[in-house]
């Protein structure tokens, strides 16, 4: 017989639609939260607020879909993604953030893990602006057109 290995993202807790639940999970997998939490939300795995699901806590896992309410700050490891049904009232960091048409988000955002991309062009162009072009005459070449490609 053989045995299977776990997914992170197996289900290891779920708060019902009739349940309040005040004080601070902590799962070695995901959480879904169909009903009420207060206090704080920590997995390995991925937590998953339903429809009618309401989290007044500070979330922080590695993915977690939002198709309820976010009250607090969230820290999405890998992912975070708002359903179109879906509410986040607070800051968030995500390494990726998706946000479907009609999902809310009130709060800032940061992305993690994000290296800066250095783009030449832009940087040649803004010292051109700024007269930073040393003794040479300061020529910009025009930008062309899409038509002229």
Do not use: W
Not at 7 to 13: C, G, V
Not at 17 to 43: D, H, L, Q
Not at 88 to 106: P, Y
């Amino acid at each position: 017989m053989k045995l299977r290995k776990r997914s992170p993202f197996a289900l290891d807790t779920l708060i019902g639609a009739n349940t309040i639940f005040e004080g601070s999970i902590y799962s070695e997998r995901s959480v879904c939260v169909e009903g009420t939490v207060r206090g704080k939300i920590e997995a390995k795995g991925e937590v998953m607020v339903g429809r009618r699901g309401r989290v007044e806590a500070d979330v922080l896992a590695e993915s977690v879909v939002v198709g309820g309410h976010i009250i607090g700050t969230v820290r999405a490891e890998k992912r975070l993604e708002i359903t179109a049904t879906g509410r986040v009232s607070g800051n968030i960091e995500a390494g990726r953030i998706a946000v479907a048409d009609g999902g809310v988000l009130e709060g800032f955002c940061r992305m993690l893990g994000r290296e800066e991309v250095q783009c030449p062009q832009l940087e040649q162009r803004l010292a051109i602006e700024e007269g930073q072009c040393g003794e040479e005459p300061c020529v910009a070449e025009p930008i062309k057109d899409a038509e002229q490609m």
